[in-house]
């Protein structure tokens, strides 16, 4: 059961939001580099990396501040970031093998 | 959880013991679930749902290695623009469920009600961007079954919009009964729905 001093400040929440919000806006830029919302045109392996990292860096300040894992222990911080990892990781590989297979 | 056996009405009460003593020994029942902030069974069903929808973000990476052409085309007919008016909507409304933990917190109930009302509101905008565009690829002949990636699509995102459902009449219950640990689980519930959105996003509406 957490307390006010356990919950993330004002401030915390705002910064994290203006984070979201921001690298959300950074990962439709870098989707749609070449100006054509409907491009078909496939993305370089660097912009879908980056798209990727954008993304988790996004779910670790959800799970850090607005779920307010911070405050939990070393374990779960990393059992859940692990598994984000894993899941964009398979995504990421995907994408890198199409064209190889 | 009082994990005191059952008896019978003619029992002998255990006068060693008192209602207090037993509340006070019920949070110690998680064990390393303990750790977690808010209700532990949340956390158990934000693992499971995280289990469920990267095992369909996973499909449809496999999908996509393929079928690379035809998802790059069906991709194309959606609107990024949309998908990435959501997710500023989905974060935002985050941002105001925990502001209603803050201020539930800090004693304020009312303000805390107030700032759920406005994270539901958010809520109701992310579903009514959604029935616009299902409603657009509906009017547009695009169905459940027009191919593999339209197929996953309508499957991961209505699976989704129907947690976002559950999100709203979560977020009015914990509203109703306002307590911090209430409070704390339903927007635990909320923020769930936002992490995977911001997942799904980039894999079915940017990544070609």
Redesign the interface.
């Known amino acids: 059961m957490s307390d006010l001093n356990t919950q993330p400040t004002r401030p915390a929440l705002a910064l994290t939001w203006a984070l979201l919000a921001g690298l959300t806006l950074g990962s439709m830029a870098t989707a749609l580099t070449d100006g054509d919302a409907a491009s078909t045109a496939a993305l370089a392996g660097t912009q879908v990396a980056l798209i990727l990292a954008l993304t988790a860096v996004k779910a670790r300040q959800i799970l850090a501040v607005y779920l307010n894992l911070r405050t939990s222990t070393a374990g779960w911080r990393m059992l859940f970031g692990a598994f984000v990892l894993a899941i964009l990781g398979v995504v990421l590989g995907g994408h890198l093998l199409v064209g190889v297979v | 959880m009082n994990a005191e056996p059952h008896h019978t009405a003619y029992a002998e009460p255990d006068l060693s013991r008192d209602a207090t003593t037993a509340d006070e020994e019920s949070?110690a029942d998680w064990g390393?679930l303990s750790?977690?902030?808010?209700n532990p069974l949340m956390w158990i069903l934000?693992?499971s749902e995280?289990?469920v929808?990267?095992a369909f973000?996973?499909g449809?990476?496999?999908a996509?290695?393929?079928q690379?052409e035809l998802f790059?085309?069906s991709?194309?007919?959606l609107?990024?623009?949309f998908g990435?008016l959501n997710?500023?909507v989905l974060?935002?409304s985050?941002?105001f469920?925990?502001?209603a933990?803050?201020n539930r917190?800090?004693g304020s109930i009312g303000r805390a009600r107030v700032w759920l009302a406005a994270a539901g509101g958010l809520g109701m905008v992310f579903l009514a961007v959604k029935a616009v565009e299902y409603g657009g690829k509906i009017d547009a002949g695009i169905g459940l079954e027009t191919n593999t990636f339209w197929t996953l699509y309508y499957l991961m995102t209505g699976f989704h919009a129907l947690h976002v459902v559950m999100g709203l009449i979560v977020l009015a219950i914990v509203g109703w009964k306002a307590s911090?640990?209430n409070l704390?689980t339903g927007?635990?519930f909320w923020?769930?729905v936002?992490?995977i959105w911001?997942?799904i996003?980039?894999?079915v509406?940017?990544?070609?």
């Open positions: 949070p390393a750790a977690l902030p808010g934000i693992l995280l289990a929808f990267g973000l996973a449809f990476a496999g996509r290695l393929m690379p790059a085309d991709q194309a007919q609107s990024r623009l990435g997710t500023l974060v935002t985050g941002w469920a925990a502001l933990v803050r917190a800090e911090l640990e704390e927007a635990a923020h769930m936002d992490l911001v997942l996003y980039p894999v509406y940017l990544i070609r």
